[in-house]
């Protein structure tokens, strides 16, 4: 059965996508959904990842709205820096901070939470350390960076992934 279907619950989510986006339920749609919904997983099978066990899920809410609000913040600041700051008035570095998540599925949820914050990006883990190289668009202070990305993001998602308190 694995063999075959390498992701069962990825197949039921991608035939519900795809219904979803061709907003029906004909025959024909269904048909091609669920040749796509056992395809796609199959093709990928190789690179798909180990089963995730979310140890915390209420935590996601909180995890959720953190990165919200920090999303539609720094939409408004870079925005407000980009129309109406110059230039060279720009502070734009990498820092590095250290982490402490180890789990994968934690690393690519915190990855896709930094990538979509306007201002930031994620440039670089360091394999031997865990130290995220990050570029900031207009940095200030580099401990609050530091600081938020450990207690907003990275202990709510050590908390979900890896089931314990950050250290």
């Given at each position: 059965?694995?063999?075959?279907?390498?992701?069962?619950?990825?197949?039921?989510?991608?035939?519900?996508?795809?219904?979803?986006?061709?907003?029906?339920?004909?025959?024909?749609?269904?048909?091609?959904?669920?040749?796509?919904?056992?395809?796609?997983?199959?093709?990928?099978?190789?690179?798909?990842?180990e089963n995730?066990?979310?140890?915390?899920?209420?935590?996601?809410?909180?995890?959720?709205?953190?990165s919200m609000?920090?999303?539609?913040?720094?939409?408004?600041?870079?925005?407000?820096?980009?129309?109406?700051?110059?230039?060279?008035?720009?502070?734009?570095?990498?820092?590095?901070?250290?982490?402490?998540?180890?789990?994968?599925?934690?690393?690519?949820?915190?990855?896709?939470?930094?990538?979509?914050?306007?201002?930031?990006?994620?440039?670089?883990?360091?394999?031997?350390?865990?130290?995220?190289?990050?570029?900031?668009?207009?940095?200030?202070?580099?401990?609050?960076?530091?600081?938020?990305?450990?207690?907003?993001?990275e202990q709510?998602?050590?908390?979900?992934?890896?089931?314990?308190?950050?250290?």
């Amino acid at each position: 059965m694995k063999r075959w279907f390498p992701a069962p619950r990825l197949s039921v989510v991608l035939l519900i996508i795809w219904l979803l986006v061709n907003q029906s339920i004909e025959f024909a749609t269904i048909l091609v959904g669920a040749i796509l919904a056992i395809v796609i997983p199959y093709w990928f099978r190789a690179i798909l990842p180990e089963n995730v066990l979310i140890r915390r899920p209420w935590v996601i809410v909180r995890l959720v709205v953190f990165s919200m609000i920090e999303i539609v913040r720094s939409c408004f600041n870079v925005s407000l820096l980009i129309l109406f700051r110059r230039r060279g008035h720009l502070n734009s570095q990498f820092i590095t901070v250290p982490l402490d998540l180890r789990s994968p599925a934690g690393l690519a949820v915190l990855s896709g939470i930094i990538n979509t914050t306007p201002g930031t990006v994620w440039v670089e883990l360091l394999p031997d350390t865990y130290d995220l190289a990050l570029h900031v668009f207009d940095l200030h202070d580099e401990q609050w960076w530091i600081d938020t990305i450990k207690t907003r993001y990275e202990q709510p998602l050590i908390e979900i992934f890896e089931g314990r308190d950050a250290v």
